[in-house]
Nanobody, 124 residues
Framework: QVQLVESGGGLVQAGGSLRLSCAAS????????MGWFRQAPGKEREFVAA????????YYADSVKGRFTISRDNAKNTGYLQMNSLKAEDTAVYSC?????????????????WGQGTQVTVSS
């Protein structure tokens, strides 16, 4: 079992930055792939970014590529999502998730464990 707790969300003006954290406890963190997803009111959950267990490969949604950076520190059992140049359309609840299988990084159904989410609101 893995427990995930996100933090770092908040209210920011357009053009600003936030850094989300995902703290993990329980099963080994370093053997998992981590993803970030977001869900805005009235919309489906969408993929934001993912990183393999080694950190050697990263994946991004086209809408955040060049603005967001995913990373992880296996020694601290923590993953991060650095969000720069935020836009109003980035407003959503952001959740981190873990999976232990390879591939399908973009698919929410491939992830086993989920955090409760943290709200990010970008004012225009």
């Amino acid at each position: 079992q893995v427990q995930l707790v996100e933090s770092g969300g908040g209210l920011v003006q357009a053009g600003g930055s936030l850094r989300l954290s995902c703290a993990a406890s329980g099963r080994t963190f370093s053997s998992s792939a981590m993803g970030w997803f977001r869900q805005a009111p009235g919309k489906e959950r969408e993929f934001v970014a993912a990183i393999t267990w080694s950190g050697g490969s990263t994946y991004y949604a086209d809408s955040v590529k060049g603005r967001f950076t995913i990373s992880r520190d296996n020694a601290k059992n923590t993953g991060y999502l650095q969000m720069n140049s935020l836009k109003a359309e980035d407003t959503a609840v952001y959740s981190c998730a873990f999976k232990y299988s390879s591939g399908y990084y973009y698919a929410p159904g491939a992830y086993l464990y989920w955090g409760q989410g943290t709200q990010v609101t970008v004012s225009s």
